[in-house]
Structures are given as C-alpha cells and as structure tokens.
C-alpha cells in the first residue's frame, strides 16, 4: 500500500487510526490554537482538526501534521504501529525509487482564485503562534523555486510571516538551495525571483521538503517515490513553477531584489528562540488559489518532539545508514532521535569483531558528521555495541552508562563548523559559524577478552535457555494479557 496523497485522505486516515481529535468549540488563532499545538507537541497527543476558528467560518486548521512516529507511519501508508525501524526501511526503499509527476489541469487547489488587486493574507487563519513572535506565521507550507537555466524545480521548507495583506517576510540562507537559485541567478542581476508557497501538500510532498537531497535533485519526484505513484502536480497562475494539485492553498508572488524588512523572532526547532529580529526577504503576493474550505497545516516548533523533528530524524537516519554502508562499515542501525532535535544526536551501533579498525567509533563520527548531513549538525555521536537495539533508548541509556569511560571513551574535536542557531554555541560562535562535535565510545574495548574483561549482560534474552524463553513466550499473553 502506498502512501496517502491528499491532506483530506490524510486526515481520514488519522481519524481512522485514532491519530485525530476534531475540535469543535471556538477557538482563538490568536495564541490559543498554539498553546493548544505545542502541548499536542509535548504530551504526544493526536493531531487536533480545530473546527471553528474565531473570526474564520469555513475555515479549518490541521495542527501538527507529522509530529509523532504513529503519523508518519499512516501517512506512509503503513500501520500507525509500525516501528521506527520498519517506517525506517520503508522510507530508504521508496526514496531509492523516485516518480516524476505528473501535470493535471483540473487542480482542487484552483478551485478558488483570488487577483491581485482582492488578496488579503489575514483574510486566512494564519495563526499567532507563540506569545513574542514577530507576526502571525505560514508553518506549515513548501517553498517550490524554479531554477532558469534548468528544469529544477526546488522544494523547500521555511518560515514566513505576514507583513501586511500582501507580503510576507521569510528567512532565506545562501546556504539554502533556494538561496543558490535566488542570490546567484536573480539578486545578482537585479531580478526579483518568482516563488510559490504551497501550504499544506500532501504530507509526504511536505517531508521531502524538510530533508536534505542534492542540488538540481527535483524533490517531488522523491514525494511520488514515498508515495509510490506519481504526484500530481499543476502549473501556477503566474509562473511556470509546477506545484502539488491537491495542496489546500497556493499563495504565488515575487521574492522582491533588494528591499527587506524586519521579520522574526519566532520559537525554533531548537526548543529555543535563538535568532534575532533582522531584515529578512519580502515575497509580494500577486495570486491566491485555495480549495474551498480550505484546511491550513500549522506546524508549531519548540522543544522536541515536533514536525520538524520527526520529519528531520527519518531523514538523517537515512542518510547515516546510507552513507556507512558505503564506507563498508558493518553497522547494525543508525538513529538520530527526534528527542535529539533530529539532527544532533546521532546513535550507531557497530558490529565491532567485523570492524577493520580499533579506531571505528572516530571514523563512524567523523563520517556521519560530515557527509550524512549538514556540516556542523550531528555533532553528539555515541557508538554502541552490536547487541544494543539503537532505536530502542533504554538500552542506549544503558550502554551509555554501562560501557562509556569517563575519560578514554570521549573524543572531542573542537574548531569544527557550527550552526548559526546552535543555542549552546557563544554568540561569537555564531557569528563565525565555529563549532565542536564529540563522538562517545560505548563500547567495549577490542582488546577486552569476551571470557575474562566482558562482563555477561543480565537480561531477559541472555540469562535463560532458549526452551524457557519459548516458555515463558507462549504464555506471556495468558499471563499478561498481551502488555
């Protein structure tokens, strides 16, 4: 079964799997749907459908579409169940496999078109989010860029706040691969760049925009990979730009060369509020198109575990396994925790008798952090022995605590690349994008002897012969009523 490829099919689905709670009371867009979202987000509570906005009629808010394990399982097409290990191997397969779109004229997403001289932005429950934000913000949504001297069309996802009823403001990185696009090829000769900001795709086509893939990589036909068929895709009304046909709203401009205006602060994926209010890019919106009664996604960041997390930790679990098996390294599992922010902490069990080198808990850190991701991300590696399920953190907390050596099993590599945002970074950091990593040895040394160094671990798996395991096994739903 593949993956859902509608937000409304989505949110049937989660009904389905008891993931889903309707809101029927009124409720305020002004920093009570946040209050609400960011305890959804903490207490890992089913995504709220809020129902009945203050000031909105026929509008409605999804609030944290991928903010838990379950959810990103269901929108997989998976059981909402499934392990962080299967939804893992599911997502490798199907992102191996990408699908190009496919163009469709008849969009849901134009059911509704409104001209230039009729667009409103608070006309839209866009809603305040955390108390001390700059402005009421798009959280949910997918900036899709065209590339002119190519057919590359990039997904992306970013902040955007709403200035006034027709302009946004957004932070855009030239580190980015939008800001490869718009610096180089339209700032650079005085152009402004068309944009598309797609709010609430399909949730797959909303994860792939989160995730890291290569420059002129089309993110959409990694969507249709996780979806396993084609998504269908419409051209915008004022450009060319190729956007999903069954997203919620389409909101469609221009990123405005050379005028900025002071967007921020807004609470991050960090847990914290880290960037300042700065001059930011301004995006004229020049077309509108939504579906009728349009749902709007709000995603609602803050300390884990949120959207950003999950859909971050899959990505980066992908992409250290991937890059450690090329390396020949005899792994057997790779996580980065949504805990760990997705992107921090990374988890890595390694079968060590097979290893070619005594070192392997270096080069393991070394690899994962600098090619599984973003430079000056993953910068917490702890290596773990072969017979610690790393997906599963009682037992990495046990090995944390069993085999890590105060002072020999901790390597720390300092004058490395730092994010910007990092909160445990000086503001000097910051500014110079100077970092650290430190990679944690949890296992045991190869020159222990299994007989006389390693202790026997007392566990349910080790202590008992395999006929009284089976035993107690056959019974346990008896006994125990299946928990």
Not at 208 to 219: H, I, K, S, T, W
Not at 410 to 430: C, H, Q, T
Request: net charge neutral; glycine share 8%; charged share 25%.
């Amino acid at each position: 079964m593949g993956g859902v490829k509608d937000n409304r099919e989505f949110i049937e689905a989660l009904e389905k799997s008891g993931d889903l709670v309707r809101i029927k009371r009124e409720t305020d867009w002004d920093l009570e749907v946040g209050a609400i979202t960011r305890r959804v987000c903490e207490k890992g509570a089913p995504a709220p459908l809020f129902e009945n906005i203050k000031g909105y009629p026929n509008h409605r808010i999804l609030g944290t579409p991928l903010a838990t394990q379950r959810r990103l399982a269901v929108a997989l097409g998976l059981d909402a169940g499934a392990s962080f290990k299967e939804i893992l191997a599911t997502f490798g397969e199907r992102k191996e496999k990408p699908i190009k779109p496919v163009i469709v004229k008849n969009a849901p997403c134009k059911e509704n078109i409104i001209a230039e001289k009729d667009i409103n932005l608070n006309d839209f429950p866009v809603p305040m989010i955390h108390d001390g934000d700059g402005g009421r913000y798009f959280s949910w949504q997918v900036l899709a860029t065209k590339d002119p001297d190519s057919d590359w069309i990039n997904f992306g996802m970013y902040r955007f706040m709403i200035l006034n009823r027709n302009h946004l403001a957004g932070l855009i990185g030239n580190y980015t691969h939008a800001g490869m696009i718009l610096y180089p090829k339209y700032f650079a000769k005085k152009k402004s760049m068309p944009f598309a900001l797609v709010s609430t795709p399909e949730p797959l086509t909303a994860l792939v925009a989160m995730l890291r893939f290569a420059p002129y990589e089309n993110e959409v036909d990694f969507a249709g990979g996780l979806l396993q068929e084609p998504v269908e895709v419409t051209r915008c009304e004022t450009s060319d730009i190729l956007v999903p046909a069954n997203a919620e709203m389409v909101i469609e401009g221009e990123i405005l060369y050379n005028e900025t205006a002071p967007e921020g602060p807004f609470g991050e994926f960090t847990g914290y509020r880290a960037t300042p209010r700065q001059n930011r890019s301004v995006l004229k919106v020049t077309r509108i198109t939504h579906r009728n009664a349009p749902i709007l996604g709000v995603s609602n960041m803050g300390i884990p575990v949120d959207d950003s997390h999950i859909g971050t930790s899959i990505g980066v679990s992908w992409g250290m396994t991937k890059i450690l098996r090329e390396n020949g390294i005899p792994i057997t599992g790779a996580y980065a925790p949504p805990q760990g922010l997705g992107n921090e902490i990374a988890i890595i069990g390694v079968k060590k008798k097979q290893a070619w080198s005594s070192n392997i808990a270096c080069h393991i850190g070394n690899l994962v952090s600098t090619q599984a991701w973003q430079p000056g991300m993953l910068t917490k590696v702890f290596v773990v022995d072969e017979d610690v399920d790393v997906y599963n953190l009682d037992e990495v907390w046990h090995s944390i605590a069993s085999k890590l050596h105060p002072a020999r099993s901790i390597k720390i590599r300092e004058d490395e690349i730092g994010v910007k945002i990092a909160p445990y970074l000086s503001y000097e950091e910051r500014l110079r994008s100077k970092g650290a990593r430190v990679i944690f040895d949890c296992t045991w040394p190869s020159e222990w002897s299994d007989d006389v160094e390693i202790p026997a671990k007392v566990s349910f798996e080790k202590m008992y012969p395999e006929e009284v395991k089976n035993r107690v096994l056959d019974n346990w739903k008896k006994d125990f009523g299946g928990k």
